[in-house]
């Protein structure tokens, strides 16, 4: 079975940093770019990040949103993707999902939660 | 940054109506368009792919079409089921989902 597993949210202090986590399972996960996605509270949903496979270097992208605070990495060996949360915003509070891009984003997590308040 | 906008924001329809949703982009994305399905507290399902490829296991009912700047989302006849938010994502340049349509019952 495709899985996407999040884990690391929880509450953090503005300014402070928080290191999610996405293992993968099912698929040949070095064939895939991978992206971070979230979604405020009541609100739509936010592409943050992607991260590109190794034919192509690992390109990395970014949000304006988070440019410069967020870096997404990856680690083949260990099917993993995370994303580190840098000088965070009350306005970065949502569920964060790791997200398979393979027909466009194709697989989902079930999203972990980050709150950023103090 | 590609922008992306849906209309409209919501929807009342009953079930059995044929529904269309439109995205525009702010500049030409080819076919680089897809469209999700939300319910209240789950994960978004993938619905289509390159504006009108679908997705495995999704419904014959869900159809996509456009290029360039203007693309729709219809659902043939809606079910009860497919009362949720639907959003597309522009995946051209950097990635940009639009803000959202809500479908609700009439």
């Known amino acids: 079975e495709v899985q996407l597993v999040e884990s690391g949210g929880g509450l953090v202090q503005p300014g402070g940093s928080l290191r999610l986590s996405c293992a993968a399972s099912?698929?040949?996960?070095?064939?895939?770019?991978m992206n971070w996605v979230r979604q405020a509270p009541g609100k739509g949903l936010e592409w943050v990040s992607r991260?590109?496979?190794?034919?192509?270097?690992?390109?990395?992208e970014y949000a304006a949103s988070v440019k410069g605070r967020f870096t997404i990495s990856r680690d083949d060996s260990k099917n993993s993707v995370s994303l580190q949360m840098n000088s965070l915003k009350t306005e970065d509070t949502a569920v964060y999902y790791c997200?398979?891009?393979?027909?466009?984003?194709?697989?989902w997590g079930q999203g972990t939660m980050v709150t950023v308040a103090s | 940054d590609i922008q992306m906008t849906q209309s409209p924001s919501t929807l009342s329809a009953s079930v059995g109506d044929r529904v269309t949703i439109t995205c525009r982009a702010s500049?030409?994305?080819?076919?680089?368009l897809a469209w999700y399905q939300q319910k209240p507290g789950k994960a978004p399902k993938p619905l289509i792919y390159?504006?009108?490829s679908l997705q495995s296991g999704v419904s014959s009912r869900f159809s996509g079409s456009g290029s360039g700047t203007e693309f729709t989302l219809t659902i043939s006849s809606l079910q009860p089921d497919d009362f949720a938010t639907y959003y597309c994502?522009?995946?051209?340049?950097?990635?940009?989902f639009g803000q959202g349509t809500k479908v609700e019952i009439k």
């Open positions: 991260i590109t496979i190794k034919v192509q270097s690992y390109t990395t």
């Open positions: 099912g698929f040949i996960f070095s064939d895939h770019y």
């Open positions: 390159r504006a009108s």
């Open positions: 500049q030409n994305i080819d076919i680089w």
């Open positions: 994502q522009q995946y051209k340049s950097y990635s940009m």
């Open positions: 997200a398979r891009e393979g027909s466009a984003i194709d697989v």
